[in-house]
């Protein structure tokens, strides 16, 4: 994570901003009656991330003499090791608890939808005993599942949207609690 992406997500309104705008378009005023905020402060806050490059301006449509904007994110909020460690762990703590907090409240709407049960659903836990380069060597496994999937993603638009189906992956890897790392093996 850059020193523009930090600074862009010191605030938590505007990490709220992006990861409710990291897979469609919406306009300031649709996210703040969604995100229960003054319509105000998603604007400030929305034109902040545009000018850090986080938010892409899509596209813009006159409404009743005025303008509405409709952005979506240009980058995608993810944390992840070198950049990682250069954002104060105060804001880093704020950015997991957003980000977590997304993922947890999109699972939960899911099961509430019944999406959980559908055949191709995947779900797993697995507690792991690694050293320093097993962990670092799976944190780059991990990346490379997220870059495939990138690259399916595209793959299906260019066989075109007919049968496509949003689908969300979601991918942990943090310490276990009361982990030993002196033990040698599980």
């Given at each position: 994570?850059?020193?523009?992406?930090?600074?862009a997500?010191s605030h938590?309104?505007?990490q709220r901003?992006?990861v409710?705008?990291?897979?469609?378009?919406?306009?300031p005023?649709?996210?703040?009656q969604?995100?229960?905020?003054r319509?105000?402060?998603?604007?400030?806050?929305?034109?902040?991330l545009?000018?850090?490059?986080?938010?892409?301006l899509?596209?813009?449509?006159?409404r009743?003499?005025?303008?509405?904007?409709?952005y979506?994110?240009?980058i995608?909020?993810?944390v992840?090791?070198d950049?990682?460690?250069?954002?104060?762990a105060?804001?880093?703590?704020?950015?997991?608890?957003?980000?977590?907090?997304?993922l947890?409240?999109?699972?939960?709407?899911?099961?509430?939808e019944?999406?959980?049960s559908?055949?191709?659903?995947h779900?797993s836990?697995?507690?792991?005993?690694l050293?320093?380069?097993?962990?670092?060597?799976?944190?780059?496994?991990?990346?490379?599942?997220?870059d495939?999937?990138?690259?399916?993603?595209?793959?299906?638009?260019?066989?075109?949207?007919?049968g496509?189906?949003?689908?969300?992956?979601?991918?942990?890897?943090?310490g276990?609690?009361?982990?030993d790392?002196v033990?040698?093996?599980?």
């Amino acid at each position: 994570m850059d020193v523009r992406l930090a600074k862009a997500l010191s605030h938590p309104l505007r990490q709220r901003l992006l990861v409710a705008l990291s897979d469609r378009v919406a306009s300031p005023s649709d996210l703040a009656q969604e995100l229960g905020a003054r319509l105000g402060d998603v604007s400030y806050h929305t034109r902040q991330l545009h000018l850090h490059g986080c938010l892409d301006l899509v596209r813009t449509e006159r409404r009743r003499g005025a303008i509405k904007h409709f952005y979506t994110a240009s980058i995608r909020l993810e944390v992840e090791d070198d950049e990682w460690r250069g954002v104060p762990a105060a804001q880093r703590g704020r950015i997991v608890d957003e980000l977590v907090g997304d993922l947890w409240r999109e699972v939960a709407r899911a099961g509430r939808e019944d999406r959980l049960s559908e055949e191709d659903v995947h779900i797993s836990r697995t507690s792991l005993l690694l050293d320093d380069q097993g962990r670092k060597e799976l944190g780059e496994v991990l990346r490379g599942v997220v870059d495939r999937a990138q690259a399916l993603q595209a793959e299906s638009a260019d066989r075109g949207a007919e049968g496509a189906r949003g689908a969300e992956l979601g991918i942990l890897l943090f310490g276990a609690a009361g982990s030993d790392p002196v033990r040698s093996s599980p």
